[in-house]
């Protein structure tokens, strides 16, 4: 049973929305092999995948404490999605990269969020699809949030 549009509100919904195909996407990865991950993994995979990072970048980035991204970073490098070399630039420094069990998820992930949009066109249509994506990105930019993910720094609120 579909929830009626008059019981959401306009925030609700997208949320909602974005988690069930979330979700389908999640289960059709473990479909295809990468059954280890979880969505917590693709918010610091978002910010290496751009360009190596250390620990302290990826706090500041995430918003985070330097303890809590590096027991992230722990828990992604015992996974086998992240490793850490040295800074060429600094020795000292290890930056993260990740590794190629991760960039064949993203790419994986990539091919899933075409099907799955594609699965949603030629259930409702290419016009519905379209006037909803132009709604919700309309939405995001009306509040601000355009910067944020052109910049790969998208938070939760607050």
Do not use: C
């Not at 019981?7 to 479909?31: I, P, Y």
């Not at 918003?63 to 020795?91: I, W």
């Not at 939405?139 to 949030?145: H, L, M, S």
């Amino acid at each position: 049973m579909h929830p009626s549009p008059e019981d959401l509100d306009l925030s609700l919904t997208a949320l909602f929305a974005g988690w069930a195909m979330t979700d389908e996407v999640q289960r059709r990865l473990a479909g295809r092999g990468f059954g280890d991950l979880r969505f917590n993994d693709g918010v610091v995979i978002q910010h290496v995948l751009a360009a190596p990072l250390s620990i302290t970048a990826l706090a500041e980035r995430m918003g985070v404490t330097q303890q809590a991204a590096s027991k992230a970073v722990a828990d992604l490098e015992r996974r086998g999605l992240l490793r850490r070399e040295p800074d060429p630039a600094d020795a000292r420094t290890k930056l993260l990269h990740l590794t190629g069990h991760a960039l064949a998820a993203v790419e994986e992930t990539r091919v899933l969020r075409r099907e799955l949009q594609e699965d949603l066109v030629a259930e409702y249509g290419a016009e519905r699809v379209g006037d909803a994506r132009a709604l919700l990105a309309s939405v995001i930019g009306r509040f601000g949030g355009g910067d944020a993910i052109r910049a790969r720094r998208v938070r939760p609120p607050r």
